[in-house]
């Protein structure tokens, strides 16, 4: 907020701002105008109406509502997530399964991804489910198989947190958390994301603004944590023959407004195991910094031996739980 | 869900059945097909392959997925708070500001409200905002207005609450909870707010389905808390020009799928003051249970002196902050 | 167009622009401006660069890019179609088959719905077909269909024309035209049914804004004909439960920005029958200036001899053809 | 539509049905079913139930309604205009002003695009306007300076028809006309085009499933015209951040689907010049068999002597009039 004093302003005036701010716990500072007025910063949660009295010529916001993300006067982020550096020009890989069943098939599935080629591994412990009535997850136990998966392979684990009351559990095993599609608006569970050191991949949510979904990122930034990365994938159109549609134009467009690495996920933006591969090849068109994908084990042949090199041939890629899937 | 034994299904089966529901906390009895076979009725929160085993033939859910807010075999719920009675006959009309501000001025919106026919006081405490820079409204002191509100009126309270954290300190001041059209698809929230014995009005989001909303009110009654009330409130189209779009189409087929009161909220449906008038006679058209609307006190008259009689012609209805706005 | 001269404009700009109105075929005068200067209005075609040369100062479009239709200094239109009266204040009721099929059945429902208060016969000789393989209607002869019917009844007829080419055919026999949701774009069609006297329906196209529709009345408007009436029916949304989404909101908003009458059609914005009478009524709620549903009749009882006096009981309201149907 | 014959009908069924189908003008055929029975195929545009009938089992229509369009059991089609070869594996490129104005600066345009590697020339001389009163295009002057330009660089014309009306006119000089996204549904005009030899690209209209646009496709190869091309540009979202989403799953989903080619045209689908490269690339990683993108002359120098050689780099990529603009 920047909050512009009146020529006739009174010095008292300036002092005053300066404690309600301190008093709110915000920092501010005066701020020189270029026309040789008096202009005070505050960087502000307080009501813009607070700030308006006796000697306050004007209480503007700033350009762009998201400062902290904007790329105004600011170099692109590179996000660290151990050795794992997105948005450094290569792209970045994350694989495995939707949700986490059993230890060893997800240790299978870990190795298979990475023999693949991938950088890091997904997973969801805890799940979002519209229905009261089905599976969460296995919650605490899966967050140790993954933590088992990343021992046996070395792959950083991206896993999900649902609520802030979660957060200390879910750090304690993962190293990047996911805030889901649903998610974006939890604005509670930002703040408290934002007060960790954990990396963060902010999804859009199914009927998300580009302005909007800016906005949610900066909750995170604004709470002191500078690792975000953002992930398209898929929004609600009328059009429900794909299970979401990929917004892919928001990819280049989140580059050109923000500083902040863009990924794209295009398990349920397809919702079509077929068009998966397609569509992360527009994805890296369109200028992601990586891509994160669901994989899960098919058993094609005749033996279900597990491990048995052929078999990792079978591990193809998936779609979301509960979308179309186009088996060959 | 009902699993259905095949014809050489051991007795053990039911009962392994039987005991594995048990051992979940789940509801679980024997029904008869009307064929001779058995069939297990399980209230399941099991994953649905956790009951898959030798003799089971199959696994299926019942038709509607909403099984508790279904309207099959049940009758229409009224929900009460306090003395007023939704979903009774005759609708229910909430009124209040958007946000609480201070607390005479919210007294004396109370009592416009009241004698223009309110039944119920409506005012935010905790807002959530796209914005981390944003006012989220005055906390427990704005509660505490509202407390002070309905004493000097009367008139139970309506005030949102944003997360899981926050339900013992609002449900001391709160008679009724709105779930946010943002809050709709955080679970952990509809599950402590089903621990409640609180009436809760349960919007629609953005971009949510009829059905994804009917399983959000699922989350809060299969917790444990009958006394839910669906809200219309606006949805998301390609049509900017109102603020959301009203799905009013929904308030009759709510009603026909469940049995839960369904009331409307106008304001953020059209973002302008000039059209909530008409559009609250179509929603009572469409069969709504009632109306929550936001008013807000416009000073026209050359004097400013408070709560004089005259003045209470003045409060009209304001539409969502940020949303377009006509003065007369 | 306004065109506003630079004071030391030539009078022979002006006369070279009233030239070039001239010789485009429209209209255009000078107009005082209020402050002194000159101003010259063309009604225009033109492009506006076409207007700028020396001695101009700028070229400006009205504020409302709808001119004849805005209500700006305008009052509310009446649209006549025989002795109907749209927009006067009590509501229209067209109802009929969403096709013609058979001459005597259709005889018989115009009786039906005239019977039950209907002031106008609707029915498709000439239908879209998303396929081409579909039946697109009986053509001539369901219009011949038409006229009988309206011979028996009194009931003035709409029916749908779809393409500029049968203009001629249809206004032979139709009272008045519908102009489709697919076809509020086919500006050949628009301008020809501008040149026509016929009284139009204008639907709104699945995914057409308020503005664009309100443009789409206005080429039919500034070709000639001013008795147009605005027809909501349903927009797409993301949410396919309902088969179009109603959005009533624009009822009155289409009655605050225009002079036009507004009327709904229920049937095709639901697609369920059980939720037609419903929102009907909300439509009314809304402000319209009428309703136009289809009937269809539904023979339930154990024999079909045609015309029994108590089978105009069994005269329901249908919904589309395609719809999902709920038997009573 | 597949007419299933019950095991008792008589011959005189089969006979009355083939008779029935040319009466209606329509191909038929008696198909071995396989399995004994006698089966009738009718291509029909009769209402399914005419052929309902004593001794017919079954009246069905094939799987995919679009059975032209459709790849099941056919070969990919690859379009030629001219020498360019549409769908042949290596990506086609058009490019060309949105609107056709002066005859040398096209002509210019032409060589520009020519020169950067187009292999078809784009342009608009009758143009579809919101507004009544805007610019629609030049119309048959237009044509011929389209002509002019192909025969000053050799590249084929693709320019778009309105209305059946105007078929004629426009193929005696267009080598390719496309169907915009407001025809999509402008069934008289699918119908006249797919009489003539002329390829066609079909626009995507902005509401139009990827099932319903594939119909318009088949309206026209059922007419007769197999030269089809589909083109993706983009649909209508709640976003109005970009001035359309590109859906680009659709371009492999209608290759799975189809045997027709696709392209995508990534100028109204972003509407911003700086996101109209990566979205190129976006839909040839999709798979999109070519490209048909808007370019303008940018006169950036402080001569605007024409056809300068230095000038062609000013020629760059615009967005569809009316869309943002990103001058650099």
């Not at 996000?79 to 290569?90: C, K, L, P, Q, T």
């Not at 949700?99 to 298979?112: G, H, Q």
């Not at 892919?248 to 919702?271: C, M, N, W, Y």
């Not at 669901?294 to 058993?299: D, G, K, M, N, R």
Request: charged share 20%; aromatic share 4%.
């Amino acid at each position: 907020v920047i909050v512009s004093l009146s020529p006739d302003a009174r010095p008292s005036t300036c002092v005053a701002l300066l404690a309600a701010a301190a008093a709110a716990g915000l920092e501010s500072r005066p701020l020189p105008d270029g026309r040789g007025g008096d202009v005070l910063g505050v960087n502000s949660a307080l009501p813009t109406n607070a700030l308006q009295r006796p000697g306050v010529a004007a209480v503007q916001t700033t350009h762009k509502p998201y400062r902290l993300a904007s790329r105004e006067h600011r170099a692109p982020s590179v996000v660290r997530v151990g050795e794992v550096r997105i948005g450094a020009g290569r792209p970045v890989l994350m694989a495995g399964p939707c949700v986490v069943e059993e230890r060893e098939s997800l240790i299978e599935a870990a190795r298979a991804v990475k023999s693949a080629g991938a950088n890091m591994l997904r997973g969801g412990a805890y799940k979002p489910r519209t229905s009261p009535y089905a599976f969460r997850g296995l919650g605490e136990v899966g967050l140790g198989h993954l933590a088992a998966a990343r021992e046996a392979t070395g792959l950083p684990v991206v896993t999900e947190v649902l609520g802030p009351e979660q957060v200390d559990l879910v750090a304690a095993y993962a190293d990047m958390f996911p805030i889901g599609a649903r998610n974006m608006a939890n604005f509670p569970l930002l703040r408290r994301v934002g007060k960790t050191d954990r990396p963060l991949l902010v999804k859009r949510g199914f009927s998300v603004t580009v302005d909007e979904r800016l906005m949610s990122a900066e909750y995170v930034l604004a709470s002191g944590n500078p690792n975000v990365v953002l992930c398209e994938r898929g929004i609600r159109s009328f059009d429900a023959t794909t299970r979401f549609t990929l917004d892919l134009s928001a990819v280049p467009l989140a580059k050109e407004l923000t500083r902040l690495p863009v990924i794209e996920d295009p398990s349920p933006g397809t919702g079509k195991r077929s068009l998966v591969t397609r569509m992360a090849l527009a994805g890296l068109g369109a200028g992601a910094d990586g891509l994160i994908v669901e994989v899960h084990p098919t058993l094609t042949g005749p033996s279900a031996t597990p491990a048995r090199p052929s078999r990792r041939r079978n591990w193809r890629r998936s779609t979301a739980a509960g979308g179309p899937f186009t088996p060959r």
